[in-house]
């Protein structure tokens, strides 16, 4: 007779690791968030300190903090140092990791994007999962009463820490971006929902023939005119004002430029099936307005280049699974496409898939260049 245990798989996962990644799961974020508020990683930049001085330094609780570095030192920030002063917490001493020195970085995408997960409007939304699994629909919009653009439309200081994360995340794929495609085949790039431009001002920097359009909402657009200003050394600045041009607007609406290069980076993620061939039409009409308009460059080759995260067709242990459901909570109906997806709303929209490349080499990132060309040109 079938035991009952015989009718389930086998699974690899044991209730103890489940029970670590749930606890972890809702821990590790606030942590990372709060040691770079308490500027922990400053204070051990010149050599281990012990909790003690720790907590003298942060204002905290010499206990609490040291069972607060310890958690995070179990998954590889901080480490703590071995002695035999270890019967008293207060005398244990932490040195920083590598992970840990980079949160010193400004731009460090693991910090920004802690940040990010430890807003309250974005927390409240992923406590309400079972809203978004009931309904289908974006819990954020639910509980936060506006959806997430127009959220962060007004409310600037979560804008800010959303911009932060999402230009930390672009900065840490720039090198292998402009080492695995060659941008330079284009005339005008355009960075479509282009955030603080950091990708397309690296671009530019590295291809010093090419102009640039960076397009994303007026809110975002103004930001980032206020942070040139405020910065009087910028090499972007030199940039913007020779080679590239900053447009407000929506990409729902016909684009008020054109262009043979366009991008378009984490932005379908965050869109349903007819948003997203809204946008992609949008892209082809730009790059025929740009044929049109320069006749007398026979060999254009226009492409719309998508970078995103692929959804591997096999359930396995990529990072995009996670993220689908964090697009689900969070955005209009968005999620993480399979290339098959991809591949069908590009044909909808008038394009077909060329090329498509990895950006990483980590196992667990899916992120990759999609490189689309219009069928009819
Ligand atoms: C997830 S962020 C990605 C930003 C940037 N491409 C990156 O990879 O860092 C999505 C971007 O789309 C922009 N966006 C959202 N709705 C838009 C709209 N209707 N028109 C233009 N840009 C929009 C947002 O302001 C934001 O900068």
Known sequence: MENNKDRFQST???????????IKGQLISPAISLVTKLKITEYLKDGPKNVLQLSEKTNSNPSALYRLLRMLSSVGIFSEIEGKDNDDEKDRQFKLTTLAYDFSDEKNMVKNMAQLLDLQSFKNAINNLSYSIESGKNAFQHVNDLNLFDFLQQNKDDAKVFNNA??????????????IYDFSQFNCLADIGGGQGSLLLDILNTNSKLNG???DLPFVIESIQRILNAESENNGKEILSSRCR????????SFPFAADGII???????????SVMTIFKNCLQSIQTFKRENPEKQ???????????IMPEKNDTSIGSALDILMLILTHSGRIRTKKEFSKI?????????????VSTDPLNFISIIEAIPSSI
């Open 299 to 309: 060999n254009l080759k226009p492409k719309l280049i998508i970078i995103d995260i």
């Open 246 to 253: 900053l447009v407000a607007g929506d990409f729902f609406k």
């Open 12 to 22: 690899t996962a044991t209730a103890a690791t489940l029970l670590d990644l749930m």
């Open 264 to 274: 378009i980076k984490n932005v379908v993620l965050n869109w349903d099936d007819i």
């Open 166 to 179: 999402m230009t930390a995340m672009t900065t840490s794929q720039l090198a292998s971006l402009s080492s």
């Open 213 to 215: 359009i960076l397009f």
């Open 346 to 358: 590009l044909e909808n929209s008038g394009f077909h898939i060329s090329k498509i490349k990895r």
